[in-house]
């Protein structure tokens, strides 16, 4: 079974620039995550989605920060435009089983961001 | 989001028996103790969870104190590829935003020695 895909791995840009992160979930989950990781700190939540509906992005700095998860499967997050602060790995994840809480989180590699 | 406590870090030597533990002092009967680890450059990965009673899996045990306020992660011979960094999470069962909701702490970095 293929895994959480995220691209592009790694991406280097000037603060003030825009860029843009894709997540493909495995096959059939119907939840999907995003979280940014700062190096040395966990992983924080920024958004959920449940098929194509937001649950959770009352950690999302909207004000730069934009994602959507067209047709319930793949999604792309945004930042426009990019500050220093959010050079990060942000962290796409799936999980299949529908709102309940025991739920396997799988996560992909990652997409190493860094702000110049 | 009900907070736990991990020790910074932990070190350990090949195929020696590791407890990791967890304080949870404010968890609710509606939270899942979960734990998730996170190998060098990679996404966090499942190790286990539990509610009230003690969970094996073929990668660890969990070992739940009875009042609940404390866990322990077991990994019953360490290898070189166990080190990582242990996230001990309480996942909420209750309604609201903080449902199913993963909120994960700074972890416990584990070194296991040859």
């Known amino acids: 079974e293929a895994g959480v895909a995220q691209s592009p791995r790694y991406k280097i840009i000037e603060k003030r620039q825009s860029v843009a992160f894709w997540c493909n979930p495995i096959s059939g989950h119907a939840t999907l995550y995003w979280y940014q990781q700062i190096l040395g700190q966990g992983p924080k939540l920024l958004i959920q989605f449940q098929n194509n509906g937001v649950v959770d992005d009352s950690q999302l700095p909207k004000d730069r920060f934009s994602a959507e998860r067209l047709k319930g499967v793949d999604s792309t997050l945004k930042i426009q435009p990019a500050k220093l602060e959010d050079s990060a790995v942000y962290l796409c994840?799936?999980?299949?089983?529908?709102?309940?809480?025991?739920?396997?989180?799988?996560f992909g590699e990652g997409s190493r961001l860094t702000v110049l | 989001d009900a907070k736990t406590t991990q020790p910074n870090s932990m070190e350990s030597n090949e195929e020696e028996p590791v407890h990791l533990p967890c304080n949870h002092s404010?968890?609710?009967?509606?939270?899942?103790i979960h734990w998730y680890r996170q190998l060098p450059s990679q996404g966090p990965e499942y190790v286990i969870h539990g509610l009230t009673s003690n969970v094996n899996n073929r990668m660890a045990s969990l070992a739940i104190a009875e009042d609940r306020k404390s866990s322990t992660l077991i990994l019953h011979r360490a290898t070189l590829r166990d080190a990582a960094v242990y996230y001990c999470i309480l996942r909420s069962n209750a309604g609201g935003t903080s449902y199913g909701k993963l909120t994960f702490g700074q972890g416990t970095i584990l070194t296991v020695h040859p």
């Open positions: 404010t968890i609710s009967g509606t939270d899942y």
């Open positions: 994840a799936s999980s299949a089983i529908k709102g309940r809480n025991t739920g396997e989180l799988f």
